[in-house]
């Protein structure tokens, strides 16, 4: 348990009153915040509320999919009960139509019930770090204490710096400090006590305290968001329903059931991570993902899951590529987040390599980038890889970098565009990991791909996917067509029959050559 902060302003009343103001933390275990203001609360006899803020401008700013909106107000119910039934705390969940109005709601929420402290866990991106400075200026004037603990990280942003106190701007050596202080720390988790309760918040109409409350605002908004997003015609070659459907299958609610996830991938598969990792049809990865991203589990946990199962395994020096590996994923996590606190213009889409935001001449090509998004590039890897995020709100990890790629050096297409279509569609969107996978992609990026290493996607489908069992599943109508003719693209040229059908199969032919727009990257990278 963090030991700062402790002397809290308590002038209020005889039982003062805290606020705990849940954001991408949506979970009791391990969370940093509310692990602090319950220990505060049960040391100074104070009662503790808490408040969740459904923030539409906001999403629609992030380019928040739908599934992860879907996945966030499926959450909260559960996270209600377990905050009522373990910590006798109560959820208040508002919908704020305007990002500002969190604020000026915190303000009335303070005054009506005269709460002295309001406790949250940090956000590093633009808008959210603009909103909290404008709460921190409003409740300047007041005797209201606001206070964000670092949380989202296994270790905050700006511990993990070069001898001059700088950020890392390559991985590696980062990855070996990080990893040297935490085998040298002993993290903590950091669990809430129950607090002895009788807060009831005095709150507006918008506002649903019952759990029944919370489903219905929640489904009501989901509705609304879906209604504006088909509104921007800009999803049209999506099934938003199915999309919905198949995500509730596949990401069931709750921090119960991300624990579980972790707990099965742990026991069953981070043993062959090294190898399977890359091989999509597996699904051999954790797919923990879309629960981190909104909280639902804490990243400490997963590092020391991993940590006793390497200990378990392998004993106590023990030392495994497997485990090794998945635990340098989440320091991967972990150094995007580090990097966006270090950069901060990058939510602003900024290069990260400025000197590539005038230097390259970037496609805008409005049909090239519908091609790519729905699937019909006529490369089989990519096209399987795009129809799975389409239909699933999910793609593995290899296939975002070969996607990445094809979009920024084969159609040399702005990478932004393609950073925000992923964000509109994934449901483990998260601007700092999406922003770190698409810049490292685009060659713009700290620490990315060099610009002359360009993926094939051809040889990518024979390496990874080698008897074409995720490119047939996602694209059934080339079920009977050979594995071997399907990585390659001189066979693929060679069977097409003319008007861009392959045989008697709708499947069009390439949209690019690779070998050419391969150089045509390369040249335009090197001018200048
Ligand atoms: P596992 O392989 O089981 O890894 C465990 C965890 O480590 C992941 O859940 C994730 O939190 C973290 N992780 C793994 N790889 C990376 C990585 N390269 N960068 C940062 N963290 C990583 N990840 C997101 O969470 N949200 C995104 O929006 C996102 N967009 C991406 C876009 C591109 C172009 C690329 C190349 C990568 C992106 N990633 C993103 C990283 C990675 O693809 C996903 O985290 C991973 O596929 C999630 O699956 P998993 O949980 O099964 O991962």
């Not at 915040?33 to 505060?40: H, N, T, W, Y």
């Not at 949380?151 to 942003?157: E, F, T, W």
């Not at 669990?191 to 305290?209: I, M, Q, R, W, Y």
């Not at 360009?454 to 009977?480: R, V, Y």
Request: some cysteine.
């Amino acid at each position: 348990m963090p030991k700062d902060n402790q002397n809290l302003n308590n002038s209020h009343a005889h039982s003062p009153h805290y606020l705990m103001w849940f954001r991408r933390d949506l979970r009791i275990h391990d969370n940093t915040a509310l692990a602090a203001i319950c220990e505060q609360a049960n040391a100074q006899g104070a009662q503790v509320s808490a408040v969740f803020f459904l923030t539409p401008e906001q999403w629609q700013a992030h380019d928040t999919s739908l599934v992860q909106v879907d996945h966030i107000a499926r959450t909260l119910p559960l996270l209600a009960k377990a905050l009522q039934n373990q910590l006798n705390i109560t959820l208040n969940v508002h919908l704020c139509p305007s990002f500002t109005d969190c604020v000026s709601t915190l303000s009335t929420l303070c005054k009506d019930n005269d709460i002295s402290c309001i406790m949250a866990n940090h956000e590093y991106e633009g808008n959210e770090i603009e909103r909290d400075e404008q709460l921190t200026k409003q409740l300047a004037q007041t005797d209201i204490d606001f206070i964000r603990w670092h949380d989202q990280c296994i270790l905050p942003p700006q511990t993990i710096t070069t001898n001059d106190d700088s950020m890392y701007k390559v991985f590696t050596p980062f990855y070996k400090k990080w990893r040297h202080t935490l085998e040298v720390s002993n993290m903590q988790m950091h669990e809430a006590a129950a607090v002895n309760n009788k807060a009831k918040l005095k709150t507006s109409k918008s506002s649903a305290s019952t759990i029944k409350g919370i489903e219905k605002l929640s489904k009501e908004t989901i509705s609304n968001y879906q209604k504006t997003l088909q509104d921007t015609g800009l999803l049209a070659h999506i099934d938003m329903d199915a999309q919905l459907e198949h995500a509730r299958t596949a990401y069931p609610a709750g921090e119960d059931a991300a624990r579980q996830r972790l707990s099965t991938f742990i026991a069953d598969d981070i043993d062959n991570y090294d190898v399977s990792r890359d091989v999509p049809s597996l699904h051999a990865t954790s797919q923990i993902s879309a629960y981190l991203t909104i909280g639902a589990i804490s990243p400490r946990l997963c590092y020391l899951q991993a940590s006793k199962a390497q200990e378990k395994l392998h004993g106590n020096d023990g030392d495994n590529d497997d485990i090794n590996r998945w635990i340098s994923e989440l320091a991967w996590r972990d150094f995007y987040r580090h990097v966006l606190v270090d950069r901060p213009d990058l939510i602003r889409h900024k290069a990260y390599k400025e000197e590539t935001d005038t230097k390259i001449n970037w496609s805008y090509n409005q049909d090239d980038f519908e091609t790519w998004c729905s699937g019909r590039t006529g490369v089989p890897l990519i096209d399987a890889a795009m129809r799975c995020l389409n239909a699933t709100g999910f793609m593995h990890n290899r296939l975002r970098m070969v996607t990445a790629m094809f979009l920024t050096k084969d159609l040399l297409i702005d990478w932004r565009l393609g950073e925000r279509y992923f964000m509109q569609q994934l449901i483990d969107g998260d601007f700092a990991s999406n922003n770190g996978g698409w810049q490292w992609s685009a060659s713009t990026g700290t620490d990315s791909a060099p610009y002359f290493r360009i993926m094939n996607p051809f040889s990518q489908g024979k390496t990874h996917d080698p008897e074409a069992i995720f490119i047939k599943t996602w694209l059934p109508e080339l079920k009977g067509v050979p594995a071997n003719l399907l990585h390659s693209e001189d066979k693929i040229r060679q069977a097409l029959a003319k008007g861009g059908k392959f045989a008697d199969v709708d499947y069009p032919l390439p949209m690019v050559e690779h070998k050419a727009a391969r150089q045509l990257a390369i040249t335009e990278f090197k001018k200048g």
